[in-house]
């Protein structure tokens, strides 16, 4: 998983390139280089290490160019080294090369190219593809029948993009299953693995589509098919972002800055037109069995869609992670696939709705990229609106789609006549709070928050536990604080914990318990029998509970208290206050917050 960014233009690109790659630095962040053309041929520069970095360093900003593509890479074939660090070169040094996907077939590929006598200078899959660009041009000596070649001999997904000292005015990119799009200005043409590489410059884009090429000027750009050779008439698309969003607006980090957002982006999904939550409603209904599905942060959002949906429509509509749904989920015609995903470009969300569709079932999603992938591929969207999260660690666009699966819960019973329209008003009604009580809680309990975070960030081992809906809440909170914190937490169902996990509990393990308000009563009641079960064992417990101070007061080593709110909303807000504990238990630890190590925004390889 990478990020691809190129421009062509009048004068000098290197800093718009420059822009580029570090706006898409949440992709992937462990080597990353320029390719550039200068009066002597094509210019390669590379190294290991993020965006600033390798340009400080290298001082690549020296070299002038007005025409250039760079690439910012995450390790999937090969070690993090020079090497293996995009572009990769052909043996003539006429083409350079930039890649995001897998080339699923490229040993036996690297095989028949070293017959041919080339030889690789790295280990990854990517440097197919130059020398194969070498040697069908020897034989046409025309780039693009050459890339039409290439790509013929390709198996699995890509976007790729190249320039070539044959053609030195030209940048060339294709695409299947990778994501990839053009930025449409006057004076400079702009490529990138999504929106963010060009948002500061232009909001015009031309989202390139399976099985389709691109070749882009200063002053012009045609896209293609790969197959026929021709020209494809393609719409330009307003992006709705703003550049301004995508900044971190004063806050020390974009992971602080998008969980202070939650509050508008609750809004912006309450806002959103009732006739595309009804459609997916309509869906369900006309469906005999739905499937959630989501990976990583969003099967858990997923999880909870399970819990709302099942508790207010009285539906149970399994959640399944994506990468397990081919392999579980019994798919036919009557099936329906409710898909959650931020980037809408996973590869394991869009692998199992691609095999729901092939089994003829209906597909909808809730996704916040505007022409990505999974949008482009199911029945019905809904796009969330939640504006750029470009922190890789998930936070805002989770809430958001959270919120649209209650309003589709509480649609649903409406629906089924279980709740009827005053009912269903006075829900809503409650979920329109959210946004108020967020902003005031993150006003009045960050500097508690961080004190705690603080006083426990040398903590090893974290239990993460709450029961009903609050079990979700558990998973996804522990997950913040393995991605962000890099810290040792399980998210588990607290009736679970005395079917083996108690006899963990001593002074190393540390237990963080989501108590629901008391008018959940069973809930409520259950839950505190499970902190009673560890505190037995002196175990330590910090609660996150609804009860005014001193209420349980032996019951917990440490609170955490919020102001009382309605059940319907209650695990929503223990989730951001979670999240603020992982962001702070992250900063103690001087973790790169925005930038974990490990794991990438999306993940669009299997
Ligand atoms: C990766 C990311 C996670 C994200 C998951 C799903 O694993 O690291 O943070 O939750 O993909 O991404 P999506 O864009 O489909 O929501």
Redesign the pocket.
């Known amino acids: 998983m990478c990020g691809i960014s190129g421009a062509v233009g009048l004068n000098d690109i290197s800093q718009a390139l420059y822009e580029g790659i570090r706006n898409l630095e949440y992709r992937g962040y462990d080597s990353c280089g320029v390719a550039l053309v200068n009066s002597k041929g094509l210019v390669l520069k590379k190294n290991i290490g993020g965006v600033e970095e390798f340009y400080r360093k290298e001082n690549v900003l020296r070299h002038k160019s007005r025409i250039g593509i760079a690439h910012t890479r995450w390790a999937t074939h090969g070690k993090v080294t020079r090497e293996n660090t995009h572009p990769l070169s052909s043996s003539d040094g006429a083409f350079a090369v930039v890649h995001n996907g897998i080339i699923s077939n490229y040993r036996f590929l690297r095989e028949k190219l070293a017959r041919e006598g080339f030889h690789f200078k790295s280990e990854t899959d990517t440097e197919v593809i130059p020398h194969f660009l070498e040697y069908f041009y020897k034989k046409s000596k025309n780039v693009e029948a050459a890339l039409a070649k290439t790509v013929e001999a390709l198996e699995g997904s890509f976007a790729l993009a190249f320039i070539t000292s044959h053609q030195p005015d030209q940048i060339y990119c294709a695409k299947r299953e990778s994501p990839l799009m053009l930025g449409i200005s006057d004076e400079i043409k702009y490529l990138g693995s999504d929106f963010n590489a060009f948002i500061d410059h232009t909001k015009n884009a031309i989202i390139i589509d399976d099985g389709e090429y691109a070749v882009i000027s200063r002053d012009s750009y045609t896209v293609k098919s790969l197959v026929t050779g021709q020209e494809i008439d393609k719409p330009i698309q307003k992006i709705e972002w703003d550049s301004e969003s995508s900044k971190k607006g004063g806050y020390p980090h974009y992971m602080l800055k998008e969980i202070h957002e939650q509050p508008q982006t609750v809004n912006h999904a309450l806002e959103i037109p009732a006739s595309l939550t009804d459609d997916i409603v309509d869906l369900i209904v006309e469906s005999d069995q739905t499937y959630l599905v ?5 099967y858990y959002v997923a999880q909870f869609g399970q819990y709302i949906i099942s508790n207010l429509a009285e539906e149970f509509l399994p959640a399944i992670s994506a990468d397990e749904f081919v392999a579980l989920a019994k798919i036919d015609k009557g099936s329906m696939v409710l898909a ?7 590869y394991d ?1 869009l692998t199992a709705l691609k095999y729901a569709k092939s089994k003829g079932a209906k597909t909808a999603a809730i996704v916040n990229v505007m022409g990505s992938s999974i949008s482009r591929l199911v029945d019905k969207v809904v796009f969330q609106g939640s504006g750029p999260e470009i922190c ?3 936070t805002k ?1 989770a809430l958001s789609q959270i919120v649209l699966l209650t309003v589709i819960g509480l649609k649903l019973a409406l629906r089924k006549k279980l709740i009827g329209k005053k009912e269903f008003q006075k829900q809503i009604d409650q979920l329109k709070e959210l946004p108020e009580i967020i902003h005031a809680v993150l006003n009045e309990r960050s500097g508690f928050i961080h004190r705690i975070a603080h006083q426990y960030y040398k903590v090893k081992h974290w239990l993460y536990l709450g029961r009903g809906v609050y079990y979700p809440v558990a998973l996804e909170s522990a997950l913040k604080m393995k ?1 962000v914190a890099y810290v040792h937490a399980e998210g588990m169902p607290a009736g679970f914990l005395k079917h083996g996990t108690l006899a963990m509990i001593d002074q190393d393990i540390y237990s963080i318990v989501f108590v629901p308000p008391r008018e959940d009563k069973e809930l409520y009641q259950a839950t505190l029998h499970s902190i009673e079960e560890i505190r037995a064992r002196s175990g330590f417990v910090l609660g996150i509970h609804f009860d005014e101070r001193g209420k349980n007061k032996d019951l917990f080593s440490e609170e955490l208290i919020l102001p009382p709110v309605s059940p319907l909303i209650a695990p929503l807000l223990q989730l951001v206050i979670a999240q603020l504990f992982a962001y702070f238990t992250a900063t103690s630890l001087k973790r790169d917050v925005d930038k974990p190590r490990s ?5 669009t390889v299997g």
Request: aromatic share 0%; charged share 15%; proline share 0%.
């Open positions: 989501g990976v990583g942060t969003t959650l995903s931020q980037s809408g470009e996973t969300t890789v660690i998930s666009a991605e794991l990438a925004k999306s993940v």
